[in-house]
DNA sequence: TTGTACGCGTTATCAG
DNA sequence: CTGATAACGCGTACAA
């Protein structure tokens, strides 16, 4: 491939002076400017971006960690990042960390190898302090569906905690009373907080959610689908279901139908997400809007821009609140 | 950040000893060697990936372009490309093209100056020249979802046209007759094969498909449903309509069924595709598997082999064939 | 307006 | 076993 030189020379020019033309540098005649041009279109030259990011001590690019590119919250986030990093012409470097301590710490390692001063990173197996550490490396480092205080103006992130309490809140409007949840049996942080939020609303209305109404799972159609087994084999009674996610609420309205029970007349369900899916499964899934595409477009741009110089402002957070969006699998009771 | 010559300093050796150690070269005293180890753990070195591609002339990474993320059929694309990168420690470039002429261009014009030798691309905006002549330039340069037979060698693709007779075939062994089709509005070339296909099988079976009897829209859900409303709307009889994929023909459902009409005991309805979505949406979806995931891991594969210096054997190609998955959607007439 | 020369972090070749 | 040193492709002071 055609290197600066190639050109420099077929044009009987110096190195610099091709250099200049490339980075549209000030001081070029304006013939010779057209002439190298046209030569370096005719060779096929293309810059090497490795050579330029080691001389800039910048990479133009901006590194990706998410959980599992397969599931549709991922696939959005990617999405809204691809989005605004294509405008500003920025290259991604994509790695999956399928929360696996080792493995997202493994992928964080390879962009830093990469030098790439941005990055967007959805991390929920590594601690507080080995993020906090790399805010510190990594001029552009922003983290998506994660708070930590200390590095608050690094973050871009759902309150969970207000997103358990409207669903709570929406389903006790609605006349239900007999509630039961589905959640993730992964102990991160969200399902922790979410089923916090409903147990707060449903306790400031005087009603307790006894641990037996809970059922963990994993955070897919299955594991929807065996929760609510589960829930029914235990014999509860309960009026609406509370989902961890739209894929769970959609696994256990499967298998409610299954059972000949009504949804929604007899059981309400809610989702939380709102991807794809919810507008796809029978009845509708009402459910709570995460707005995904939007918060990470604003990580990105986030990143981007903290990369290129622009200090993080002290004090601010980028928090993002989840509505209900009503849809026909609630009903009123 | 700590580079090798740091290294080089803190312990008392030549930068030369230091790259040994790091690259487990052949000849370095024991001692030495722990020495230096522990000093770049204690530094927190890492190697530039940036200055060894420089040198070595090749990135360990591997570029990948894909049309649209967000959509589930390339998530998982892109989750059987990371699957096997991950294991090869490769790190991903990724590009979106949006089907869109320049957008590729342009997302692979980034990939070539990160110099990347290995390339899993799905285009279907560029032309055949133009991709030849890439995989001229890109040893590892390897297309998905497209055949182009002089470069056959690089090519990991399914059958539309078997695919769209194998549709066509069960639907008729089921005893349907009257078809409608609903199918994609761009016009590349998946679903004019597809529609070949279907057309080669029902004449054999000496029924004719009449332009009439097929609607184009935009291959999602919303364009499923419009497409089904202008058949109603049209006044054509059918039993069975045959989707360009998944969410066409889920959109397809929600409308027959809006319209009071039964499926699939009134009318049948078959997919393309089987992404997640078959098994959410209710009945579930009858449809063809189109074995993505496999494809995108074998396409990884065959990249970053041919990238390393194998070289494309001649003769052959990577020709997958769609099979059908039978749910609930499809029922014998 | 153009050219020279050095440095970016690594690897690899050749001497010692 | 270890150390100089020359690339790799590019950007940029500093000269001319």
């Known amino acids: 491939m055609a290197t600066i030189k190639d050109i420099a020379n077929a044009a009987g020019v110096s190195l610099a002076t091709v250099s200049r033309v490339i980075n549209d540098g000030p001081k070029v005649g304006k013939a010779t400017r057209e002439r190298i041009k046209k030569i370096m279109d005719e060779m096929g030259y293309r810059p090497n971006a490795n050579a330029r990011a080691l001389v800039n001590k910048r990479s133009a690019s901006l590194g990706v960690v998410l959980a599992e590119l397969s599931d549709p919250f991922f696939a959005t986030l990617a999405h809204g990042i691809e989005a605004t990093t294509r ?135 299955e594991g929807g689908e065996i929760a609510v087994q589960n829930l029914l084999a235990k014999g509860k009674q309960f009026t609406a279901v509370l989902a961890y996610n739209d894929a769970m609420a959609s696994g256990a309205m499967t298998i409610l139908q299954d059972h000949g029970i009504d949804v929604p007349n007899e059981v309400s369900v809610i989702g939380y997400d709102d991807v794809l899916l919810a507008k796809y499964c029978r009845p509708k899934l009402t459910t709570l809007r995460y707005p995904v595409e939007v918060m990470a477009m604003r990580a990105a741009e986030l990143a981007l821009s903290y990369a290129s110089g622009n200090r993080p402002e002290p004090g601010v957070t980028f928090k993002y609140t989840p509505t209900i969006v009503k849809r026909e699998s609630v009903v009123k009771r």
Chains 1, 2 share one sequence.
């Open 87 to 221: 405008k500003q012409g920025v290259q991604i470097l994509m790695s999956s960390g399928s929360i696996e301590r080792e493995t997202e710490r493994q992928a964080i390692e390879t962009l830093l190898e990469h030098r790439c001063e941005a990055m967007v990173v959805h991390s929920k197996a590594l601690d507080d302090e080995t993020l906090i550490d790399l805010a510190g490396q990594v001029p552009g480092f922003v983290l998506i569906n994660r708070y930590i205080p200390e590095i608050a103006n690094r973050c871009v992130w759902l309150d969970n905690v207000a997103g358990g309490r409207a669903m709570a809140k929406y389903m006790l409007s609605q006349g239900h009373r007999d509630i039961a949840v589905i959640s993730s049996r992964y102990q991160i942080e969200d399902p922790v907080q979410r089923i916090q939020g409903i147990r707060e609303e449903l306790e400031q209305a005087g009603i307790a959610l006894p641990d037996a109404n809970i059922e963990y799972s994993t955070p897919d159609q």
